[in-house]
């Protein structure tokens, strides 16, 4: 029976794989209805003015921010669509009232791109103490919290390079509890895992597990920040606020591309019309059959437990392969999209590179027997 049977009419939506798609922590493959809106926005543009045709899609981008904030568990004025994660985390960095020298506390599985942004803005990381399998230890946040609050606790909730999920709704009410604000990097985790955690801040792309389109991202800041916000205007800009608007509009009030908010819209309608928890559950179920198909195979190890909550599986090269040469030959002969994992994405954590794969809800068996025949071939 097919792993992914009853998810057939979800790779329906889809153009037709040239490759067996495992990379969606990557980007994951858009439906035809994503593509279509965005690329049908994109001529609007051409043929009555971009700005024109940006006031026609005035009740589709609402309606995306306001979804957007269901799912990030802000309120729909303290969202904003950005370029990226990466562009989202560098406006938070600028707006918050941070000063050199504040502390952020981080665990040792943090994203390096992450811990690069931190330390750019002269911002002092401290690890905080986690379980066994890299979640953060609860007890001593607590206990961090009280001796020595950081300015920001930071948690990637679900973790890029393996399957690890952070427990960032327990964090959230023990920050709050202490007056210390909590931003998560739910990049891996939008379209993933329920995100509504009660973050302080949460950033995401669209690319990856709500699969819309590459350019886009998305920030929500809770509304008991918004008057700390430092958020610079031009005078033009200042005008065209609405009254309405919270501080965060200015951070969307940008040269942008619409076209790919308007992608980002669809596949955010889409994924509420499928069912976040059914798809979150699917997911889930995915990861562990993964895990479990990989299991024992010759040469490669699965790095942590077979039932995490993630849909993403980390392998551990146990005969010295080159993890790199492996993705590269998994693709070119064998029609595979995978990842080959630095130890750049989590230096505070990885000591060897990792062969990550992370199928979508459409996974079936097949796939992954044709994944654990290549692995042998390969050697």
């Not at 002269?122 to 103490?129: N, P, S, V």
């Not at 590459?214 to 918004?226: A, E, S």
């Not at 993705?327 to 954590?349: D, F, S």
Request: glycine residues 8%; proline residues 6%; charged residues 20%.
């Amino acid at each position: 029976m097919s792993v992914g049977e009853d998810w057939g009419w979800w790779r329906a939506r889809r153009p037709p794989a040239q490759r067996v798609h495992l990379d969606t922590a990557a980007a994951g493959r858009s439906s035809v209805a994503t593509l279509r809106a965005t690329a049908a926005h994109a001529e609007r543009e051409a043929t009555v003015g971009a700005y024109v045709a940006q006031a026609e899609i005035g009740p589709l981008l609402e309606e995306g921010h306001a979804e957007l904030g269901r799912l990030l568990g802000v309120p729909a004025a303290g969202v904003a669509f950005v370029q990226s994660a990466e562009a989202a985390l560098l406006s938070l960095l600028a707006a918050w009232p941070l000063r050199p020298g504040d502390t952020v506390a981080v665990v040792p599985a943090e994203w390096g791109p992450n811990l690069h942004a931190f330390a750019d803005r002269g911002l002092r990381i401290t690890e905080l103490a986690t379980d066994g399998d890299g979640a953060a230890d609860l007890t001593a946040l607590d206990q961090a919290l009280a001796d020595d609050p950081p300015a920001v606790v930071h948690l990637t909730q679900v973790t890029s390079h393996r399957a690890l999920l952070q427990p960032v709704a327990q964090a959230a009410a023990l920050c709050h509890a202490a007056g210390v604000p909590l931003w998560v990097d739910a990049a891996q985790a939008l379209g993933h895992v329920d995100t509504a955690c009660g973050a302080d801040a949460i950033y995401a792309p669209s690319r990856k597990w709500l699969t819309g389109p590459r350019g886009v991202g998305v920030l929500g800041v809770t509304d008991r920040w918004w008057d700390r916000l430092r958020v610079s205007a031009s005078d033009l800009e200042a005008s065209m606020r609405p009254a309405e608007a919270s501080p965060v509009w200015l951070i969307e009030a940008t040269e942008a591309n619409v076209p790919g908010w308007v992608g980002l819209c669809t596949a955010v309608r889409e994924y509420v019309a499928a069912g976040p928890e059914r798809v979150q559950q699917r997911l889930a179920a995915v990861g562990r059959q993964t895990r479990e198909a990989l299991a024992g195979l010759p040469g490669w190890t699965v790095v942590g437990p077979a039932d995490a909550g993630s849909a993403i599986t980390a392998l551990r090269a146990a005969n010295g392969q080159d993890v790199f040469e492996t993705r590269e030959r998994l693709l070119r002969e064998h029609g595979i999209v995978t990842t080959a994992g630095a130890v750049t994405r989590a230096p505070r954590e990885m000591t060897e590179p990792l062969l990550r794969i992370s199928p979508h809800v459409d996974c079936t068996s097949d796939d992954l027997e044709l994944l654990h025949k290549a692995l042998l071939a390969l050697g």
